[in-house]
C-alpha cells in the first residue's frame, strides 16, 4: 500500500520548535519531490516548504524562510520538517504530499503553488503554536 504518514505535530509555545516527519511506504522517495503543505481553519491550503528527490533542491514559503528547515534521508525513506521560532499563525494541520512528476527540481512556483499535481498525500498532523 502506498502512503505518507506525517508525525511529531503537537502543542507548542511560541519561539519553540517542533520537528515533523513524513515517512513513505510502498514507495521510494528516491523518484519523488517532496512537499509539505498547511491549512488552517478558514484559510485556504498554503505551501511551505519542498525539496527534490536527491535533496539538492529545497525551496521556502516567504513566512517560513529562515525558520523552517526541511531535509531528507533517502535511507529510511522520510522527510523532515525542523520548524524553530514558532508562531502562533504557524498552527495549521500540516500535510506532507509527494510528486513524481518533477522530482528532480523544486521550485516555488509548481511545488508550493500546484498542490493538485501531487500523486500522494498524508492524513496531516496538527501544530499548534499558543502559550
Known amino acids: 500500500q502506498l502512503q505518507l504518514v506525517e508525525s511529531g505535530g503537537g502543542l507548542v509555545q511560541p519561539g519553540g520548535s517542533l520537528r515533523l516527519s513524513c515517512a513513505a511506504s510502498?514507495?521510494?522517495?528516491?523518484?519523488?519531490?517532496i512537499g509539505w503543505f498547511r491549512q488552517a481553519p478558514g484559510k485556504e491550503r498554503e505551501g511551505v516548504s519542498c525539496?527534490?528527490?536527491?535533496?539538492?533542491?529545497?525551496n521556502y514559503a516567504d513566512s517560513v524562510k529562515g525558520r523552517f528547515t526541511i531535509s531528507s534521508d533517502n535511507a529510511k525513506n522520510t522527510v523532515y520538517l525542523q520548524m524553530n521560532s514558532l508562531k502562533p499563525e504557524d498552527t495549521a494541520v500540516y500535510y506532507c504530499a509527494a510528486d513524481r512528476s518533477m522530482h528532480t527540481w523544486c521550485g516555488r512556483g509548481y511545488h508550493l503553488s500546484r498542490s493538485y499535481e501531487y500523486d500522494y498525500w498524508g492524513q496531516g498532523t496538527q501544530v499548534t503554536v499558543s502559550s
Open positions: 525539496i527534490s528527490s536527491s535533496g539538492g533542491s529545497t
Open positions: 510502498g514507495f521510494t522517495l528516491d523518484y519523488y519531490a
